[in-house]
Structure formats: C-alpha cells, structure tokens
C-alpha cells in the first residue's frame, strides 16, 4: 500500500492567502470574528445575559446574538458596538496599523 504524504492546514492557508481576494476575505471575516469574541468575553465577564446587555445598551437581543455570531449580514456600525462596549464599561478605541505586505 502507497503511504499517502499528508499536507498541514498551515501550509494549504498560506497557499491560498497568497490570492490578494481570498486574503482580504479571510482578513474580513477574522475582523468580525474578533470582535465577536471580544463582545461575548466581556458579556461574560460581567455576569449579563445577552438580553441583559442589550436592555443595557438600548439595541435588541437578536442583535447581540447575532454580533456574538460573527454574523455578517448584518454588520454592525461603529455606533453599535461604541453603545455595547459602553454599556459594558468600555470605551472603544481604534487603531491603524500599516501592513507588510502592502505596497
């Protein structure tokens, strides 16, 4: 029997994020993954459900459910997220950074 040759995830990701649309997707869908997380943490971290928060930040349940998700159809605007985080303690900050490989 031929032993087949396997190839790491690593390797087949740094093939394909050489294509510049396949880069920028993957790099959009990482940003809204982000701040998913960040959203869902720190919910958690203060002890609210996400009906709490949202009561809390004057937007509906969904819209949290959603946020936490990812969920991309419907992207939430700054002035969302700036009413979550603020509800939450927070104030959002941001920060530009140059990439590499740009040219």
Known sequence: MKKVKGVSLD???????????????????????????LVANLRSKAGLS???LAKAAKVSQPLIARLERGD???????????KIL??????????????????
């Open 11 to 37: 390797a087949v990701l740094a093939r394909q994020l050489k294509d510049k649309e396949i880069r920028f997707g993957f790099e959009e869908r990482r940003f809204y993954l982000q701040v998913a997380r």
């Open 50 to 52: 996400q009906a709490e």
């Open 72 to 82: 991309q159809r419907r992207t939430p605007t700054f002035d969302m997220i700036y």
């Open 86 to 103: 603020t509800a939450l303690g927070y104030r959002l900050e941001i920060s530009v950074h140059r990439e590499r490989h740009a040219a």
